[in-house]
Structure formats: structure tokens, C-alpha cells
């Protein structure tokens, strides 16, 4: 094992396996070995059965559409609108003094913080949720993506000019193009983001989500449906992870070479 040494890719699979293994391991020892309460925390049985209830008797499927949805309508919205400011801001000095106090200004402001504005300004609907969801995204996204495009390889930038490339024309063959492997992994990061702002949101006046059901479950001291929530929020995180690093790796191969 050396530093920078990349793992074949059936030895990272295991490797990452075995950590869950290993976790789940200790985490069964310490609940059957009765090392702690099974109020405080249930065991990995006891949580798989209560999942299954929870899916097959109690709606749960439907509470995890609903997060799904509102995590990718919120994170799409703010995709949408972040993408055109945040390369006009890499590419042109002007708009990015301009836009860049206030855009790092509000990515340093919680987005927990504007529930109770939200409350008062669009009710406790979907519009409250997909709204956090934007703002925790949103900027973020802009600063990550003005920063990847206005660090272009200026020998590309100076190589186009030499041929005869115009302004408009360089944003759209140099700079997106050059950009497009770091913009596609900012917006797989800022997507694991987005689902912590989802849950957060639900915890407040939700009628359905996986947010509320862990805070109904909260009152009935159901550490095992608890316990569930989170893990199908890691599962998913997990899925979609994947899934942007495969899409990744089909639309932009030459940016794996050296990794």
C-alpha cells in the first residue's frame, strides 16, 4: 500500500464491503451483548423487521417517493439556475466581482435558518421544502462552478484565440467543455448535500417523508424505525452516488486518465 496507488477495482469493492460488514458487526455486539439499551438503540434484527412493516404495512414507500421528489425537484431548480451564473462568473471578471460578496455571503448562511421565513411566506407545502433545498444548493453551486470554469487551462484559452475562436464562442467550445468533469462531480457533491436539507425540512409541519416519519417515531421512542430512515437515506445517497459516477464516467472518460 502506497500513497496516490490506485486499488484494482474488484479490491475496492471488497474493501468497501468489508466496512460495512465490520460495522455491522460491532453494532450487532453491542446491541445483543446487551451493552446498550435497546431503547437507545435497536438491533440490526429488530430494525430490519420493523423496516419491513414500516414498507409493507405503514406507507413508507410512498414517504420515500415524496423525498426523492422533493430532493430532485429542489436540486434540479437550483442546477438550473446555478449553472448559466456560475460559468458567466468564471468567465468574466466583472460579473464575478459582482456576484461573488453576496453569493459567498449567503452559502455561509444555514439553510435551516429560513424554515420559519419560509413558513410565513409559502405555508408549510411543497414549496416550503423544495425552497430549502434551493438555498442550500443553490449558492454553493454557483461559487463551486465559478471557480472550476475561471480555473480553465489558459493555454486552451490561449491556443483558441490564437485560431481565431471569439468570446461567445470560447465559453461554449473552451471553457464549458474544459469545465464540464469537475462541474458534473461539484453537482454530485452538492446532490449529497441536498438530502440533508430535505430531512431537515421535513422535520417541520410534514405530512409525509422520510423526515416525518422519523420524527413520529421520535415520539413513540422507535429507535428501530428511526434507525431504518436513516439507513434507506444512506441507501439511496449510496444509489445515486453511483449513478453520477457512472454517468460521469460514460460522458467524460478522457477526465479518468491518472485518477
Not at 16 to 37: E, K, N, R, Y
Not at 90 to 108: L, T, W
Not at 222 to 231: E, K, L, S, V
Request: hydrophobic share 60%.
Amino acid at each position: 500500500m502506497k500513497p496516490l496507488v490506485p486499488v484494482s477495482p474488484g479490491a475496492r469493492v471488497a474493501l468497501g464491503v468489508s466496512f460495512f460488514v465490520v460495522f455491522v458487526a460491532v453494532w450487532a455486539a453491542v446491541t445483543f451483548g446487551g451493552l446498550v439499551p435497546k431503547i437507545f438503540l435497536a438491533d440490526p434484527v429488530q430494525m430490519l423487521k420493523s423496516g419491513w412493516v414500516l414498507l409493507t404495512e405503514m406507507g413508507f414507500a410512498h414517504d420515500i417517493g415524496m423525498t426523492v421528489w422533493r430532493v430532485v425537484g429542489g436540486f434540479v431548480i437550483a442546477a438550473a439556475l446555478a449553472l448559466p451564473l456560475g460559468v458567466l462568473m468564471g468567465a468574466y471578471k466583472p460579473i464575478e466581482a459582482f456576484f461573488e460578496p453576496f453569493v459567498s455571503f449567503a452559502r455561509y448562511l444555514p439553510a435551516s435558518a429560513f424554515i420559519p421565513l419560509l413558513i410565513l411566506w409559502v405555508g408549510i407545502g411543497e414549496a416550503q421544502k423544495l425552497a430549502v433545498i434551493f438555498i442550500g444548493s443553490f449558492f454553493q453551486l454557483v461559487l463551486m462552478i465559478a471557480v472550476t470554469v475561471g480555473n480553465t487551462r489558459r493555454d486552451l484559452v490561449e491556443a483558441a484565440y490564437t485560431l481565431g475562436v471569439k468570446d461567445a464562442s470560447l465559453i461554449r467550445r473552451v471553457l464549458i467543455p474544459g469545465a464540464a468533469p469537475e462541474i458534473a462531480e461539484t453537482l454530485r457533491m452538492v446532490l449529497g448535500w441536498a438530502w440533508t436539507y430535505v430531512i431537515v425540512a421535513e422535520l417541520i409541519g410534514a405530512s409525509s417523508g422520510i423526515g416525518h416519519m422519523i420524527t413520529d417515531s421520535q415520539a413513540l421512542l422507535a429507535t428501530d424505525q428511526i434507525i431504518f430512515g436513516i439507513i434507506v437515506i444512506g441507501l439511496i445517497g449510496l444509489v445515486s452516488d453511483f449513478a453520477f459516477k457512472a454517468a460521469n464516467r460514460r460522458l467524460f472518460p478522457w477526465a479518468q486518465l491518472g485518477r
